[in-house]
């Protein structure tokens, strides 16, 4: 007789032959060529199968935790590179003095730190420091000629994209007199969507578009655009010129060469500091947002599926018959006298 081993749940050991096994509520092997009948419950119906640990888990939730951790990371690490760089310009300004070139390698430490942002942060923070879950991190930019006082003035035209290069399909958008900022903004997004480029509008009503970081490069120097010679010429593609945005943090303009720039680039790092402690809020909540779900992502039955378990062999051990001792041998399985030996000698 062959007896079926039940999966358990997570943090409950199987080691194989040599451990304890328990009987699969759902289904029993009868005999060892595979063949046999299912065994149901006393009321007829096969109760739901216990649900295995980690593997059932949202495996997006495990995704925004590890995001949201690796952003967290970043941003402490930066956060605490910046104090430091703080302290040393605030010590010098204020004696005048401080320890030769000690500022300047502070500035070079959080330069690299944040050249490094995309891969320390795991494509989960832009230049703008936007967490991004999942990732990737965007690459906002503006592209020269567009903007909505142009697009809403003057006659009907159609304006064909391309992005990538000859070979790529055109994406066309239809601007004709009366369209509202929004329905602009909208036919933009719509059209440049499928090239994986998103266009919004920033806060003083600008197209604001948006690619990935990764996607950057190819999108900066193949993006071309045809017109109706209205607003682009007509008859070919022309590229056009894009503006990247600016990044929250440009530590590559921070100057030490003399006291105005010590005191400039310490205003820099104070306002850096603000920003990474907002990206910091921002990201823990949405670490705690992801937190909250893992109570409802883990199996939250598996105590009551082991209660149940526990109650089910009780329930079956004491009645005789083939069910009894199909319970009892089955948790008897790899028990010998050393191992009750050995368990008894760690009282």
């Known amino acids: ?25 759902a289904a029993v092997t009868l005999n060892g060529s595979g063949n046999g009948a299912a065994a149901t419950d006393a009321a007829g119906a096969a109760p739901a199968p216990l649900r295995r640990g980690l593997s059932n888990w949202d495996h997006q939730l495990q995704g925004d ?3 949201a951790q ?6 402490e690490q930066s956060t605490s590179q910046l104090q430091a760089l703080k302290s040393e310009l605030a010590a010098k300004l204020a004696a005048r003095q401080g320890r030769e ?6 500035v070079r430490q959080f330069s690299n730190t944040w050249r490094s942002r995309q891969r320390a942060s795991g494509g989960t923070l832009d230049a703008q420091l936007q967490f991004n879950s999942p990732p990737p991190a965007t690459q906002q930019f503006r592209v ?14 159609v304006l064909a994209f391309s992005v990538g290069g000859a070979s790529q399909s055109l994406r ?5 007199p009366g369209l509202s900022a929004e329905e602009i903004v909208q036919r933009f997004d719509r059209a440049l969507a499928p090239s994986n480029i998103r266009v919004s509008a920033d806060d003083a009503g600008e197209l604001l578009f948006s690619t990935a970081e990764g996607d950057w490069p190819g999108v900066r120097d193949t993006l071309s655009v045809r017109g109706g010679g209205i607003r ?24 030490t060469e003399d006291i105005e720039a010590l005191r400039n680039t310490l205003q820099q790092v104070m306002h850096a500091l603000a920003q990474m402690q907002q990206a910091r809020d921002t990201v823990r909540l949405a670490l705690a947002a992801a937190s909250s779900r893992v109570a409802t992502a883990q199996p939250a039955d598996a105590a009551v599926s082991m209660d149940r378990l526990a109650a089910k062999f009780s329930d079956q051990a004491t009645k005789p018959g ?7 041998t089955s948790a008897l399985v790899g028990i010998s006298r050393e191992r009750v030996l050995s368990l008894l000698g760690l009282r």
């Open 172 to 176: 066309s958008v239809n601007i004709e």
């Open 1 to 25: 007789m062959q007896i079926a081993q039940l999966n358990l749940p997570s943090g409950i050991a199987s080691s194989g032959a040599g451990s304890a096994r328990v009987v699969d509520e």
């Open 70 to 75: 690796q952003a967290l990371d970043f941003l």
């Open 65 to 67: 935790i590890s995001s």
């Open 232 to 255: 682009f010429p007509t008859g070919q593609m022309n590229r056009v010129s894009t503006e990247e945005a600016a990044p929250a943090i440009a530590p590559d303009n921070w100057g």
């Open 144 to 157: 020269r000629g567009l903007n909505l006082a142009n697009l809403q003035n003057g006659a009907r035209e």
């Open 101 to 106: 070139g000690q500022v300047e390698a502070r």
């Open 322 to 328: 083939y069910e009894s001792l199909l319970a009892i």
